[in-house]
């Protein structure tokens, strides 16, 4: 098995169903939505964004999570920390060696943030980062490196770093782990490299650790995680769970496509269990990989059932209550050893313990997605693809709305929060004239790019606000691998994704590496009662704006405006420029598509201006503008007719 996916099958096929009831009967449970149509505003045609954004670095390595992102921001006071898998690989594919990757770090002290790293933290290559406070307040990071299974851990004492190994048992072949930290406590949740090792008759094994020292002894060293048996988790895998910890309450949530998802609580810091199924996957032992049809009631015709699909996220307060996000998809298998059909159909789900009750809190055919208002929600034709012609836009977990990570807000009451990311309605890879055809995807037009959501409970879960908040709100550029803070303590709530020009990734999807517009990674910060205010607004989901990602500060709501028009157009091109910041110099080059300067102008002291150039003479076809001040580059294209 590859160390950077769990097993995986081939999408044969593809169905579109959309769900437009307020109250659903999903699976073998009803489950009440709180998301209705509401009457739509105008939406602006350019407006701002949530909050602000920040670049902190980038990395060419850029599969983040094989399902579950763990927690990889960090706040205290006004500082904000973030990690990720970072490599520097030099013209990357998914099977380069990649062997500077490690963990990418950055920091924000209150008024500045560190340059962007370029290395990793740890000596050795290591990646899949958890990170976590221990009981002394250092920023502690565990990875996994893939050899010697010993997961590198990084402390960060007195603004220094050192890395050890955990003094976990190697036998196990511990891999991709979660963490939790409570005080001292310490609890480690991995899968095993090796598919072959069990837990409970689970292959890739669930293994559970904890400690009282912050780790440096362990009063259980990696054993096959209680009560979690084969029966309804016939295999497991990496980053298909999940860990919280407040007070002596530690919560462990298992699950991935195909297998139940179950909850273990426990009380007394982990020394006994009890278990609750969220969703339950109706088929007992079934191997998703190449058993049977999913066939429920033994008349031979495939079923199709409801499933988790793999990337939960799990947070708890402090009266130990848990609160769990999921997506739902609807996926049949027809036959042993063949691919899986999935639906488009995707909701997001929430369970508490409180009410012990299941809330649908998006639902990607919602009309609130339907952005142009046309009544349809666009997908584009190559979203999934075939073994042959392979250009997948989807990451493991297959939902079109996925990766979901859910945050608890302080306050009387508590608030919740479900950031998420989600594809777009009718935003695809496309060669209208105006958007480049990204960097790998010249063969693969229709390919739907994502934007990052923020669901909003102002009452612990009991009610969600109408309108999930769009806060990213980029067309033509893919966000995703979202992650959160467990608990939010301040007035602003951080957000880091990772953003790039291309849908899906390198490592999953053969996506071509793209120097100029590389992997890079934003925290966004928003203040908490923006996204209060913002998710009673209908036009909170959409309103996207094309990005000027060549622009150092785009990423910091300091970007300026560049246009092209007439496009297409047939002798005179006009490029207008808007910066937010004068630009002491700006260098304009058309070039055809194969790079060569065909004329080129320099512009000094510019705020606003439009510049024009004579294309009459120009063969008909693409060209491109490029835009070059001491912030960066801006890419646009034309048509010449």
Known sequence: MAEASHSQNRVSGLVKEGIGHTTTAVGNANVHASVQKKTRKPLDAFPSTAGTKERTGNSTYDLQTNGSM???????????????????????????????????YAHFDGTNWSPAPTARLEPGRTGFGSMVFDGNGNEVIVTHEGTGYTLPTSKKVAGSWTTNPLSLSASKQAIWPH?????????????????????????????????????????????????IDS???????????????????????????????????????????????IWDWPLNNYD???????????????????????????????????????????????????????????????????????????????????????????????????????????????????QPSISIVNGAPQKILIAYTAIMDGDTTIDDGVHLFWAGTANFEGQN????????SPDNGASWNPFSVNISKTSHFEEAFVSTPELV????????????????????????????????????????????????????????????????????????????????????????MKFVNTSSKVDIQILNLSGNQLQ???????????????????????????????EGTIIRRFLKE
């Open 70 to 104: 763990q927690r990889r921001v960090l706040t205290s006071g006004n500082t904000v920390s973030a990690c990720w898998t970072y490599s520097s690989e030099g013209q990357p594919t998914a099977a380069s060696a990649f062997a500077d990757r490690g963990t990418g």
């Open 288 to 402: 998703f990989a190449g058993a049977s049809m999913t066939d429920t009631n033994a008349d031979n015709i495939p079923d199709t059932l409801f499933s988790n699909d793999g990337s939960q996220s799990m947070a708890m307060d402090a009266a130990g209550q848990v609160h769990i996000a999921f997506p739902l998809v609807r996926v049949y298998k027809s036959g042993a050893n063949t691919g899986y059909n999935f639906f488009y159909t995707t909701s997001l789900l929430y369970y508490n313990s409180i009410g012990d009750s299941l809330q649908v809190v998006d639902n990607i055919f919602e009309l609130q997605h339907d952005c142009d208002d046309d009544g349809i929600f666009g997908i584009g034709q190559n979203y999934t693809g075939t073994a042959a012609n392979d250009p997948d836009a989807i990451y493991n977990s297959i939902g079109l709305i996925t």
């Open 489 to 576: 303590t301040g007035a602003d709530f951080n957000v880091l994704y990772q953003g790039d020009i291309e849908p899906g990734t390198i490592m999953q999807n053969d996506d071509i590496y793209d120097d100029v517009y590389k992997n890079m990674y934003i925290v966004q910060k928003i203040p908490v009662s923006q996204l209060l205010t913002l998710s009673l607004d209908s036009t909170a989901p959409c309103g996207q704006f094309d990005l000027a990602l060549g622009i150092k500060h785009v990423v910091n709501g300091d970007d300026g405006i560049i246009g092209v028009y007439p496009n297409p157009v047939q002798h005179l091109v006009n490029l207008s």
């Open 179 to 227: 963490v939790a930290t409570s005080g001292n406590w310490m609890y480690v949740v991995a899968a095993s490299q090796d598919s072959l090792t069990k837990s409970n008759g689970i292959r890739f094994g669930y293994f559970f650790s904890r400690s009282n020292d912050n780790g440096a002894t362990w009063i259980d060293n990696m054993i096959p995680m209680p009560l």
């Open 600 to 630: 080129s102008r320099t512009l000094n002291q510019v705020n606003e201006a439009t510049t024009s150039f004579d294309t009459k003479n120009l063969p008909a076809g693409f060209y491109i503008i490029k835009v070059t001040t001491e």
């Open 449 to 456: 790019y994502r934007d990052v959501f923020v669901a909003v």
């Open 231 to 277: 029966v309804g988790h016939y295999r497991g895998g990496g980053n298909s769970y999940a860990v919280s910890a407040n007070g002596s309450n530690v919560a462990v949530l298992f699950g991935d496509l195909g297998t139940d998802l179950t909850l273990l609580s426990s009380t007394d810091n982990g020394a006994t269990w009890s278990k609750k199924v």
